[in-house]
């Protein structure tokens, strides 16, 4: 997956540039828009070309991308996959790195398989991806002889071919759930007729089984020539440099006289009034409706009137979107949206029905675009969408000039290869913002009736169908229902959004210094607690935390669905005359990110991310609830009913064997369950409000803010909020009963069978539970063998049997217990293959826990670690959560984060590890589990390309 930070909300897709066999044009060679102007363009005489900027803003940081224009719509029929498999290939051994060698090479230099060396395969494209902790020229020119080795040196072993093509079937298979196998056929409905219907990126499985070394090779061979590579770089570097560095690494690269077939994406299939499509998935429940529209655009290049018109279009759904919000209780914000795939003009909107009542809910949507073809939009509408949409792009600008190179280069590396222009964030947001403040209800309205044209609307829908589709019953029940004149939408009318007069602000009756990390601390008259550490990391940014009592330590139900529906029901509850919807608006008109939950199991808590100014109006609305806490009776119906219907309708079988799995972990603890069906049902608010009300309203309170504030300022709010608020409770209360859990944990090999729709999917997941009073070296030790033992399983499992995608060890920690950790395993497989990998995971940890550690083993696993600790103390969320979590309540915490970034990790030796396997990490102490579907769990097929005969292919 990629991490992206687009600069602005409704950056889209614009159509992908052609390979040829002749040099390729920039974008802004071919466009009047002008690029980011500190990018450094180049083309070498084979045709290989880089581009670079830099981006200093995090000392050190170099983000690289090597751009292969190559894709699955590149393929030919009997090739569908090879692009996928070479990707896989290119860490199986090259010119310069042996089989196996690869990724301990670079974990000694501090990177991570996963996050700091990957890859991926597009439609259009293969990214090769690194990111170097340093801009060392050395490192730099590791990097560089890798992606050389790319380019032209990958060697195709043939035991390794075998052992990825296995690889690659469990990879395919592991995205084989329900939600997936709805997303593709959807896809396929919505791009009938072009290429991108026809070829997802991972492939066949025929291919993938039958291809031959010849094959991959020739297919590498045809593909993999300079002219078809870009390098694209971001970070703290030197331009003219680097550009010696490119030159030396990859003018050598022999060019290649052939020319490749033009890439052609076809055309959509003509599409007809009430077109349908389908899906039926045995056993899931949900059905999937989806209203969409896909039409060819003759526009080619980039340019300002392609981009406003475009933004215009995503702005007026956006007004649709927040009016169904508001309609239809619990609606994702993306229920509606636009923006272009591949160059295609694209709307959609995408909803989840229960029942029999989808025809209904297919007619509910057709009358709520009616009823916006029809009105239109009102004023109040568009002013506050504009309100939240130009707060939104205040708040991705300031991200843009303070993050990481890894958060802008995938979207420059998209700009190169789908023909679009890279602009300054500065100058397209000054554009943009100018045009979205200029619009009036005619532009928006005219914009929302160009895209969402009724007559040109097609329907999907999937699940597990009682009935098809029809087309001709659609358009039956549509043609009646149409004969009634729909209603005009009527708004709430607006009301002042008004808090609660608090009194005088509350004073400061101790303050100290946190002087390891530049942190005051603060005591106020009412015993509310503030911690503040001040940071430039992210420009008019600030994070806060804001700690509640004592959590789930205080839980005593026996009904795990208290806790499960307690924070939603108490949110919904509002505050003072205002509702959920004035609340929502409020928060979302000021804070970018407002989360909270009881899930630190310590505390009642609540996040929040913001721009500065927006920091009192989130201290303001946690006040509120703290002031008022009360469970209102529709409130509570509406979350109960909310949780009850995701439950009912979850596509995928084995979340039900996650639960299981805790039950067992956490025998007679209700406050590690999920809750079923019958706990959701059976919750009593009263008990909700029993355990919440005192907390909330006395509860011992400790907020933590990190950020770009000035301290009087954040001083002075608080003491107005959070500081005026009624007298705390001081001292916490120490649940000493509750913090030292002793559980009496199941051992030895289980079977969990789960239900719904997961096809062959299975886990193998073997825990072990470390009750221990454990000192900071041995919790760092623990740390380290985690890494050690995931190398290891990945070796075997995925390397050496190709059994497994994506196999993990973690440990795991919990603050509010001070005798209880994990290290737990994951693995990912099939079900014939859960029970016997079960056995390969024991039989690696007996291994370990014998002894069989190396002093190679040690620093591959703690290079990286140290690299992830250097670069987190310059992000706020790491200092926030793992510095100054609950600070006041554990003073610890610093003392063992200093620790930390003085190099304890780097001190752990091999004895250390040793020992704490010895201790912790013994098969016969393992709860082994194999999460596997029932005979009875069963998933339809998808249609077209997946059933297709090797020949004809679909039509």
């Known amino acids: 997956m990629q991490r992206r930070l687009s600069v602005f909300i409704f950056l889209i897709l614009l159509p992908f540039a052609l390979s040829e066999g002749k040099r390729q044009k920039w974008p802004h060679e071919s466009s009047e828009l002008q690029p980011d102007e500190r990018i450094v363009w180049g083309t070498l005489d084979n045709g290989f070309r880089y581009a670079l900027m830099p981006h200093d803003t995090k000392p050190g940081l170099v983000s690289m991308r090597l751009l292969v ?24 051994g090259t010119r310069n790195f042996k089989p196996g060698e690869l990724i301990a ?43 050389r080795d790319y380019a032209d040196g990958i060697v195709f072993d043939a035991e390794r071919v075998e052992n990825e093509r296995e690889v690659i079937l469990r990879e395919k298979q592991a995205r084989d759930s329900p939600s997936s196998k709805i997303s593709q056929a959807s ?4 791009f009938d007729g072009t290429k991108l219907a026809e070829r997802n990126p991972i492939g066949l499985e025929w291919v993938v089984k039958e291809t031959s070394l010849e094959d991959l090779k020739a297919f590498y061979k045809k593909w993999y020539r300079p002219e078809l590579m870009t390098l694209v770089v971001v970070g ?37 009034p009430f077109r349908t499509g389908q899906l039926d998935v045995e056993g899931v429940e949900r059905y999937t409706l989806e209203v969409s529209r896909s039409w060819m655009d003759s526009s080619k290049s980039d340019s300002w009137e392609k981009r406003e018109t475009d933004a215009v279009r995503s702005f007026a759904t956006s007004l649709f979107n927040e009016r169904c919000r508001i309609l239809i209780d619990g609606m994702s914000d993306n229920f509606a949206n636009y923006n272009r795939v591949y160059g295609i003009p694209y709307c959609q909107l995408t909803i989840s029905s229960g029942g029999e009542f989808w025809w209904d809910a297919f007619v509910w949507l057709d009358q709520l675009l009616r009823q916006a073809l029809v009105y239109g939009f009102t004023q109040d509408e568009l002013d506050y969408v504009r309100k939240t949409w130009l707060q939104a792009s205040r708040s991705s600008a300031l991200r843009y000039e303070s993050a990481e190179p890894r958060m802008l280069i995938d979207d420059f590396v998209d700009s190169i290869s789908q023909g679009r222009v890279y602009l300054s964030a500065e100058i397209f947001t000054r554009r943009m913002n100018e045009l979205i403040s200029s619009l009036t209800l005619e532009d928006v309205n005219e914009a929302f009736a160009e895209v969402w044209d009724l ?38 009318l607006p009301s002042k959004f008004e808090y609660t007069e608090l009194g005088s602000p509350g004073l400061i009756t ?10 005051r601390t603060y005591r106020f008259s009412n015993n509310a607690r503030l ?15 804001v700690r509640v009592g004592g959590g789930m330590l205080a839980f005593t139900d026996t009904n795990p669905g208290t806790h499960a529906l307690a924070m939603t029901a108490l949110f919904r509850s509002g505050f003072g005359g205002h509702d959920i919807e004035d609340v929502y608006k409020e928060l979302r008109s000021n804070v970018s990110s407002f989360v909270f939950g009881v899930e630190d199991h310590d505390a009642f808590t609540y996040r929040a991310l913001t721009q500065t100014d927006g920091l009192d109006e989130f201290l303001k609305i946690v006040s509120e609830y703290l002031l008022d806490p009360r469970i209102d009776a529709d409130a509570f119906s509406q979350a109960q009913s909310k949780l009850k219907q995701s439950r009912e309708l979850e596509p995928d079988g084995m979340n039900d064997g996650y639960r299981d799995l805790y039950r067992m972990l956490y025998p007679e603890q209700p406050r590690f369950h999920a809750p079923s069906l019958s706990d959701i049902v059976t919750v009593d608010p009263d008990r909700i409000q029993d355990w919440v009300e005192g907390p909330m309203r006395e509860g011992y309170l400790e907020v933590a803010v990190v950020g770009d504030v000035e301290e009087d300022e954040l001083v002075e709010l608080f003491g107005k909020t959070m500081g005026a608020l009624p007298l705390r409770r001081e001292p916490k209360n120490d649940f000493e009963s509750a913090r030292g859990i002793h559980l009496e944990t199941e051992k030895g090999k289980r079977t969990i069978e789960y239900t719904n729709g997961m096809g062959d999917n299975a886990a193998s997941v073997i825990v072990w539970t470390i009750q221990d009073k454990l000192t900071i070296r041995q919790s760092a030790a623990l740390y380290v063998l985690s890494s050690v033992f995931e190398s290891r399983i990945r070796k075997k499992v995925r390397e050496g049997m190709g059994a497994s995608y994506s196999p993990s060890v973690r440990y795991i ?130 249609p077209d390309w997946e059933v297709e005969q090797r020949a004809g292919l679909a039509k």
């Open 187 to 190: 896809f396929r409905f919505s």
């Open 105 to 147: 090479f670079f974990q000694r230099l501090g990177m991570s398989y996963g996050v700091d060396v990957n890859a991926f395969t597009y439609h259009d494209k293969t990214v090769y991806h690194l990111e170097l902790p340093q801009n060392d020229v050395s490192l730099i020119e590791q990097g560089l002889r890798l992606y």
């Open 455 to 492: 007559k040109k609307m097609s329907y999907f829908m999937a699940g597990d169908l009682s009935q098809p589709l029809s087309g001709k019953a659609l358009k039956r029940r549509f043609q009646e229902d149409r004969k009634y004149t729909v209603l005009p939408y009527i708004p709430k």
């Open 813 to 942: 920690t919990f603050p509010a217990y001070d005798t209880l950790r994990h290290v737990r395993a994951d693995v990912d497989c099939l079900k014939g293959d859960a029970d016997r990998l079960l056995d390969e995971v024991l039989e690696i940890s007996t291994n370990l826990a014998s002894g069989s550690i190396s002093e190679e083993e040690l620093q591959a696993a703690v290079a990286p670690l140290e690299e992830g600790l250097k670069q987190a103390w310059k992000d706020n969320s790491y200092l926030l959560e793992n510095v100054l979590y609950g600070v006041q309540e554990y003073p610890a915490i610093v003392d063992n984060a200093i620790k930390y970034k003085e190099g304890l990790l780097s001190s752990i030796t091999v004895d250390e590890l040793k020992e704490v396997a010895r201790l912790y990490l013994k098969s016969d102490d393992a709860l082994a589990v194999a999460i596997v579907p029932s005979d009875k769990a069963k998933l339809a097929e998808a």
């Open 531 to 545: 911690t503040f550490l001040h940071t430039d990391n992210e420009k008019d940014t600030v994070r806060a935390l």
């Open 69 to 92: 224009g190559v894709g699955s719509l590149d393929e030919a029929d009997d090739e569908r996959g090879l692009s996928h498999f070479i990707e896989h290939m290119a860490f199986e």
């Open 510 to 519: 101790e303050s100290g210094d946190l002087e390891a990390v530049g942190a």
């Open 236 to 272: 703290d570097i030197d331009p003219p440099a680097f550009e010696e560095q490119v030159e030396a690494a990859f003018s050598s690269i022999k060019s290649t006289k052939s020319r490749l077939p033009k890439r052609k994406i076809g055309r959509l299939t003509r599409s007809k």
